[in-house]
């Protein structure tokens, strides 16, 4: 775990997308703050939603880095996970060809598996 200070929040509905990004973070051990968007209500059309996350979709992050540190602010499940991973040092390997093959499954998931899966 990362020792500096920050504050995540994280922008989730219960979908699949949401989940993927919430369970990474409790594999993780990492503290966040958890902001319900209920997307059966449109809240993700509010523009308080739409100007942090112009796609307006689920899962939104936020990554407070600190005084003076300018925000990260990710859209997209899938680079959610990147960021995280690569953020804490955690999960992706350091060989280059296991680290693409990481990269490849991912993107599947993102793009072939998880839009079937609803």
Known sequence: MSTEPSELKLYFWP???G???????????LDYQLVPINITEGQQ???DFVAKFPSRKIPGLIHHRGEGVV??????SGAILLYLAEWQKRLLPSDP???WQVLQW???QVG??????G
């Open 19 to 29: 989940y993927k990004v919430s369970v990474l973070l409790e594999i993780l051990g």
């Open 106 to 108: 991912l993107f599947w």
């Open 15 to 17: 979908t699949p997308n």
């Open 45 to 47: 059309h509010e523009p």
């Open 112 to 117: 072939g598996l998880g839009p079937m899966a």
């Open 97 to 99: 060809n296991q680290y």
């Open 71 to 76: 925000d990260r602010v990710l859209m997209e």
